[in-house]
């Protein structure tokens, strides 16, 4: 009964905390463009579950995230830091932007599927996503349908089953776990994407002036 106790308190300070700081800011009311946010998500500032707390999570990550994608050319799509032959650097085999994105939305599928309980899609056969999603909108097309299953697994997400032990790559990890997992993912390829959009002389979404 103690551990379960703990983890309960851990829980609820992890809810207390997300919604304090999303509710001390009323910048976190627009978009980065200065527009406001939408009625969804202005439902999840009013609600105090874990749910809710890491959904508000995901929302800002997903639209950073495809943001940043839509942001770039078509024609960009494979262009890889590599290319540049920065001096001092070291890109030698880095994945393309289209091969960023790619192994993002894979990744995303592979980690929130076992917290959904779906079966991985089965044109899923390693993390570079597959073959057959060449071009810009079959590719966002792809990040989308990965996030949508992200807020699938997040609508499962409660107080009582979030230390519910799943299978994950032949070990058992908690449910929250994966869903931090599958956050803290995203972000670090978001991380990856925005420096390849500024080598290709683009400003990220994120980062732009924002508009009266």
């Known amino acids: 009964m103690k551990n379960v106790f703990h983890a309960s308190n851990v829980i609820s300070l992890i809810i207390l905390t997300a919604f304090c700081s999303f509710s001390a800011h009323p910048g976190n009311h627009k978009d980065s463009h200065g527009k406001p946010i939408n009625d969804d ?28 994608a839509e942001a770039m050319p078509a024609d960009k799509f494979d262009f890889t830091p590599e290319s540049l032959t920065i001096p001092n650097s070291e890109f030698k085999d880095v994945r393309t932007f289209a091969g960023q994105v790619k192994h993002l939305a894979t990744d995303n599928f ?9 079966p991985l899609r089965s044109d899923i056969t390693d993390v570079n ?17 990965s996030f949508a299953q992200g807020h699938k697994a997040i609508a499962t997400l409660t ?29 670090e390829h978001y991380g990856q994407m925005v420096v390849y959009l500024r080598l290709c002389g683009i400003v990220p979404p994120a980062s732009r002036p924002v508009k009266n």
């Open 41 to 68: 998500y202005k439902k999840l500032q009013t609600s105090i579950s874990l749910s809710a707390a890491v959904e508000r999570q995901l929302y800002f990550i997903e639209k950073n995230i495809i943001d940043v």
């Open 159 to 187: 107080d009582q089953n979030a230390m519910e032990m799943l299978e994950f790559r032949g070990n058992k990890l908690p449910r929250l776990d994966l869903v931090f997992y599958a956050l803290t993912h995203s972000n």
């Open 129 to 145: 996503g597959p073959a057959s999603i060449k071009t810009k909108p079959d590719i966002i097309k792809y990040l989308k349908e």
């Open 110 to 118: 592979s980690i929130w599927s076992p917290v959904t309980g779906d």
